[in-house]
Nanobody, 116 residues
């Protein structure tokens, strides 16, 4: 059974940066597409970025292009989201997702708050 644990969320000022981490257990990590999603209060969960199993292809939502970078380290079962030039609209709970042929898994989320 896959377990995902996010960390790195914090309160940050506008224009600041954060790096989120997601630690995965289980053997399917290296073959799975990993993603970051977010959910702001009163809004639906939305895709932020995805990265395929070998890291060669990444996909970003338009609202984060040029600001966020997704990466992974298959040797450590980790996926990361580097977030730069944060603004108030980036305030949300950020969730790590694992997508594999055997199903999906979600982490519990980490809170990112952008405020002065």
């Amino acid at each position: 059974q896959v377990q995902l644990v996010e960390s790195g969320g914090d309160l940050v000022q506008p224009g600041g940066s954060l790096r989120l981490s997601c630690a995965a257990s289980g053997r399917v990590f290296s073959t799975a597409t990993m993603g970051w999603y977010r959910q702001a209060p009163g809004k639906e969960r939305e895709l932020v970025a995805t990265i395929i199993s070998n890291g060669s292809r990444k996909n970003y939502a338009d609202f984060v292009k040029g600001r966020f970078i997704i990466s992974r380290d298959n040797s450590k079962n980790m996926v990361y989201l580097a977030m730069n030039d944060l603004n108030s609209e980036d305030t949300a709970v950020y969730y790590c997702n694992l997508h594999s042929p055997w199903g999906d898994a979600w982490g519990q989320g980490t809170q990112v708050t952008v405020s002065s």
